[in-house]
């Protein structure tokens, strides 16, 4: 799944900078490569199907070394691609997989300020992508990547306490997904 079709200057960009930042991190990197190739495969984005794509490519890229400035990878790769000029793939990248209700459990004071959520359809789809990718880029179902942080986090920790808060988001989300995907005439 990771022979993502390049076809705008964006997406050779974005694929760019996630392999410069993304290798050092093992695994991750196959995680990003799959959930750039998912979002590829979604037929129902049109227009912004270049933008969903370079959002998965960079969704991740807040965890390097060289970019973690406070250690929250969301805002970290949100800032990032914000001072470089990608103000609208920052804004998905800050709120993918219920990030700002993470934020606010992290003490984060004006994440929504700084990152306006859109709550649009890349904002699923880009969350829908994260969530049915393993982190060594499997593909796998909801339910089995919601376990899967659970259990690497532990119960209490703020990472898993945020993705167990999105559930009915995220479950309602795969529905939307999946119903967008039928139309098209696309399994995923």
């Known amino acids: 799944m990771s022979n993502v079709v390049l076809v705008g200057d964006r997406l050779v960009w974005a694929r760019a900078v996630a392999e410069r930042y993304m290798p050092p991190l093992g695994r991750r990197w196959r995680h990003v490569q799959t959930v750039a190739a998912r979002a590829a495969s979604l037929p ?8 969903l794509v370079a ?9 390097s070394r060289d970019l973690a400035h406070t250690g929250f990878h969301p805002i970290d790769g949100a800032r990032f691609l914000r001072s470089v000029g990608e103000e609208d793939l920052a804004r998905l990248v800050a709120h993918h ?6 934020a606010q459990l992290r003490g984060f004071q004006g994440y929504e300020a700084e990152f ?19 982190p060594d880029g499997r593909p796998v179902s909801l339910e089995e990547r919601v376990i899967e942080i659970v ?17 009915p ?9 999946r119903h967008l995907c039928e139309a098209a005439g696309v399994s995923v």
Do not use: K, M, W
């Open 169 to 177: 988001d995220f479950e309602r989300g795969r529905e939307q997904i």
């Open 55 to 63: 959002a998965a490519y960079l969704h991740d890229i807040g965890y």
């Open 151 to 167: 259990r690497r986090y532990g119960d209490d920790h703020v990472v898993s306490r945020a993705v167990l808060e999105g559930v």
């Open 44 to 51: 129902f984005v049109g227009a912004d199907h270049e933008r």
């Open 116 to 134: 306006p959520y859109e709550g649009t359809i890349l904002d699923t789809a880009l969350t829908f992508c994260d969530l049915t990718t393993s």
């Open 97 to 102: 997989t219920n990030a700002r209700y993470e």
